[in-house]
């Protein structure tokens, strides 16, 4: 079992793009979510499939098992999460010796950008970039899970969308 330690944050601006090591397309779906528990499937690039379940711990921690499965099984997991879905472009970099993941989401969710910063411990202070703007650690509305369920929150940056 894996621990997930992250501190998540809206995204400002593209002051980050020039720091890109790597990016994937992602097509995440959910099977099952009940409370702080939540069961996915993750399909990178059309190559690569994972269910993870995730159980949470704390605002920023969650035990994570991830299993590589078939892609053909994630495409029908895929069909059966009743719409639960999130599309999004994944761009990796690295500052500070610290990993940040940065999500451009598509479809319902086109114009939302976030960032999330893995740590080792939920002590860890990685220097916050200059184009981060709120941190969402913590608010179950800025979940993957729930951005899923129920689109864009209210009152977030995506009520002043054109």
Same mark, same amino acid.
């Given at each position: 079992?894996?621990?997930?330690? =992250?501190?998540?944050?809206?995204?400002?601006?593209?002051?980050?793009?020039?720091?890109?090591?790597?990016?994937?397309?992602?097509?995440?779906?959910?099977?099952?979510?009940?409370?702080?528990?939540?069961?996915?499937?993750?399909?990178?690039?059309?190559?690569?499939?994972?269910?993870?379940?995730?159980?949470?711990?704390?605002?920023?921690?969650?035990?994570?098992?991830?299993?590589?499965?078939?892609?053909?099984?994630?495409?029908?997991?895929?069909?059966?999460?009743?719409?639960?879905?999130?599309?999004?472009?994944?761009?990796?970099?690295?500052?500070?010796?610290?990993?940040?993941?940065?999500?451009?989401?598509?479809?319902?969710?086109?114009?939302?950008?976030?960032? =999330?910063?893995?740590?080792?411990?939920?002590?860890?202070?990685?220097?916050?970039?200059?184009?981060?703007?709120?941190?969402?650690?913590?608010?179950?509305?800025?979940?993957?899970?729930?951005?899923?369920?129920?689109?864009?929150?209210?009152?977030?940056?995506?009520?002043?969308?054109?």
């Amino acid at each position: 079992m894996a621990l997930e330690i =992250e501190r998540k944050f809206l995204v400002e601006n593209d002051g980050w793009r020039n720091a890109v090591e790597s990016s994937k397309a992602i097509v995440q779906a959910y099977v099952a979510i009940d409370g702080g528990t939540s069961m996915r499937v993750r399909i990178s690039d059309e190559t690569q499939a994972e269910l993870t379940v995730k159980v949470g711990v704390s605002d920023m921690t969650r035990h994570e098992f991830e299993y590589l499965i078939p892609v053909a099984d994630a495409h029908a997991m895929a069909q059966a999460s009743r719409g639960r879905l999130i599309e999004k472009t994944r761009h990796v970099l690295t500052i500070d010796g610290f990993v940040w993941e940065i999500d451009v989401y598509a479809g319902q969710l086109a114009g939302l950008v976030t960032a =999330e910063v893995e740590m080792r411990s939920e002590s860890d202070d990685p220097v916050l970039p200059s184009w981060l703007g709120r941190e969402v650690t913590g608010d179950p509305a800025w979940s993957n899970a729930m951005l899923a369920m129920n689109g864009w929150p209210v009152g977030g940056p995506g009520d002043e969308r054109p």
